[in-house]
């Protein structure tokens, strides 16, 4: 297996789950910022230009970071961090997916349409998309929300999907740093559970992959 | 079990899944036209305010189609529509969420912020975000890429995620379906291959769902 890698959030969320799981693998780096997930050589791995991407042994390759994790859990089952029966399963990818959808997408809205580099480039994969300011400044106010309902949710859990941490925990802590450094939208300090639960995520080891 | 259910795309990612496996459960309609997804009763069972949601027995609460599907798939194994082995069931999770990137959110994109009944609404969940017209056209133009990339797809395989139905193809033809009948963005005429697998689709008991 080698993982098509880059210094970026997305990819960060596979690095994140191989270090909890203690387990290191070939990377290549994909220089996004030069824009080499566009080239040639690239499309040939990965048509829909994205990164991460794992190839397999046999040449398979996956891309999006969902597909990518079943996989690894299937290979590398312990500690698991997508569940250990169908119903825990389905609550962490209940989590994993509103974090993704409330939170990273939020973060990549007001990201990709603000910044000058991304022009064009308002959205990901092969083709070309205008960035527009109004989508920038909802990506902020979806951040804001996020924050509101994220401090919710943890004043009754300890994680994300409830007593452990799990692959939810890694989405949506990646997409508080996201906002953070990216962006500029940090956690409020009325969100204490957030923050709490940010400070005791970021202990981890695998915080810094 | 039971299913909040409305006839709209969304749920009908569940139907769909639920007649190919043969399987009928109790269904109770969340009347999203009147608004009922926001309203106290359905807010305690499900604060995300989506439908689908599936209620175990056990009062445990799902929601957000991919986690469903993952819970429905381990209950009624046969006849599998994810994959057989951690390889197959990866390629059948990346093809079904490029279907949902690229052709669901775009026509959602084209409908919630154009149809005048989803003012304030163009994104699913409790919060409220204005319509922005440069994302209708965004959408309508995300949609054409996805019936070219889509035709090119199926030049080369007889579904979506290769050699058998599985919920990518779901994903896809209610995407279709959902650009077509929604917001009147329907497959060009050269998209033979998308013209021909939608009809072989469309064959199966399970479109009617």
Chains 1, 2 share one sequence.
């Not at 499309?43 to 991460?52: D, E, G, H, K, L």
């Not at 996989?71 to 997916?97: H, Q, V």
């Not at 939810?168 to 956690?187: E, H, K, L, P, R």
């Amino acid at each position: 297996m080698q993982l098509y890698d880059f210094p970026a959030p997305t990819p960060r969320r596979i690095r994140m789950f191989l270090a909890e799981k203690g387990v290191e693998i070939p990377r290549v780096c994909v220089d996004i910022a030069k824009g080499e997930q566009f080239r040639p050589a690239f499309r040939a791995i990965n048509p829909s230009c994205t990164v991460p991407a794992l190839m397999l042994d046999n040449g398979t390759v996956l891309s999006e970071v969902p597909a990518i994790w079943h996989y690894l859990e299937a290979t590398y089952s312990k500690p698991t961090l997508l569940g250990g029966n169908p119903e825990e399963t389905a609550l962490i990818l209940m989590w994993e997916r509103r974090m993704e959808f409330d939170g990273y997408f939020a973060a990549a809205e007001a990201f990709r349409n603000s910044v000058p580099a991304f022009a064009c480039r308002a959205l990901t994969g092969p083709h070309e998309y205008d960035q527009i300011e109004a989508v920038a400044a909802r990506g902020r106010a979806r951040m804001l929300n996020f924050y509101a309902d994220l401090d919710a949710r943890l004043a009754t859990v300890e994680f994300v999907a409830g007593a452990a941490f799990t692959a939810a925990d890694i989405t949506a802590i990646v997409s508080v740093d996201f906002a953070q450094n990216a962006v500029g939208i940090s956690v409020p300090d009325r969100c204490e559970n957030v923050l709490r639960w940010h400070e005791r995520v970021a202990q981890r080891p695998s915080y810094q992959a």
